[in-house]
C-alpha cells in the first residue's frame, strides 16, 4: 500500500470517527413520562417538559391508567411518572418521590348538579360513588371514618370519570383538582374539597444520581409561577 492511499485512508478514518463523535453528541437521550390522563394535567407536563429538557433529553409522555401507570415505571419500562400520591408509591421499592410537592392539588367530591353534596354520603349504603383505590384510601382520615359504607365503583381511568356523571350513570365521585381546574368545575358541578394530601413527580431508582439536579430545577420552575 502507498503512502499516499495510507494517508488517505487515516484521514478518511478521522473523518468517518469526527461524523460519529458528532451524531453521538448532538442525539440526545429520550425521557419517558407516564401521565394520568386528567383535563388539568397539561400544566405539569409542561414544567417537567422544560426541567428535562434543561437537563439535556428529548421528552415524551405517554398517558396510562393509575394502576398500570406505576408498574411500568417500578419495571423500569418509563423513566417517570408526572405525579402520584406520595402515599400510593410507598409500596413499589422502584419509584422514587421527587421533592417539592406539587402544592394546592386537593381531593374532591364532584357531584351532579342540584344534587346535595355533602361527606356524609360516604355512610349512606344507598350512595354510589365513583373512586379509585388510591384516592379512596387517602381521604379516608379526612372522613374520620373507619368504614365507608357507600357502594364504590372502582375506576381507574381518570380522564372519563366526570363523562360519568354526565351521563347520570352515577352522581357522585372523587377527583383531584387545584384551585384553578375547582374555578372551571364548580360552573358544571356541585363540588367539595375533602382532603389535601401531597402529590409529588416520581421517577425510577435508575435517575437517583440526577434527583438533585431535578429537584433544583423543578423548584426554580415552581418558584417562578408563584411569582
Not at 434543561?54 to 417500578?74: D, H, S
Not at 365507608?148 to 354526565?166: F, G, P
Not at 363540588?191 to 421517577?203: N, R
Request: hydrophobic share 40%.
Amino acid at each position: 500500500m502507498s503512502k499516499t492511499v495510507t494517508i488517505i485512508l487515516y484521514l478518511f478514518t478521522i473523518i468517518l470517527m469526527t461524523s460519529i463523535f458528532n451524531c453521538k453528541a448532538e442525539s440526545k437521550k429520550t425521557f419517558v413520562i407516564t401521565y394520568v390522563d386528567h383535563p388539568d394535567i397539561q400544566f405539569y407536563n409542561d414544567i417537567l417538559e422544560k426541567v428535562y429538557t434543561e437537563l439535556g433529553f428529548n421528552v415524551e409522555f405517554v398517558p396510562a391508567p393509575t394502576k398500570r401507570g406505576l408498574r411500568l415505571l417500578n419495571d423500569g419500562i418509563v423513566d417517570a411518572d408526572t405525579m402520584r400520591l406520595n402515599t400510593t408509591v410507598q409500596e413499589y421499592k422502584n419509584i422514587l418521590t421527587v421533592s417539592p410537592a406539587f402544592k394546592n392539588i386537593s381531593l374532591a367530591l364532584v357531584c351532579k348538579k342540584k344534587i346535595p353534596c355533602k361527606t356524609d354520603i360516604f355512610s349512606n349504603e344507598k350512595s354510589t360513588i365513583v373512586a379509585n383505590k388510591r384516592t379512596l384510601h387517602a381521604i379516608k382520615p379526612a372522613l374520620k371514618t373507619t368504614s365507608i359504607k357507600a357502594n364504590i365503583v372502582i375506576n381507574n381511568k381518570i380522564n372519563n370519570t366526570l363523562d360519568i356523571i354526565r351521563a347520570d350513570r352515577y352522581y357522585y365521585a372523587i377527583f383531584p383538582v387545584n384551585p384553578k381546574f375547582y374555578e372551571t368545575l364548580i360552573n358544571e358541578f356541585n363540588v367539595v374539597i375533602i382532603s389535601s394530601p401531597s402529590f409529588s413527580h416520581v421517577i425510577h431508582k435508575l435517575h437517583q444520581a440526577m434527583m438533585p439536579k431535578i429537584e433544583k430545577i423543578i423548584t426554580q420552575h415552581l418558584t417562578r409561577l408563584a411569582q
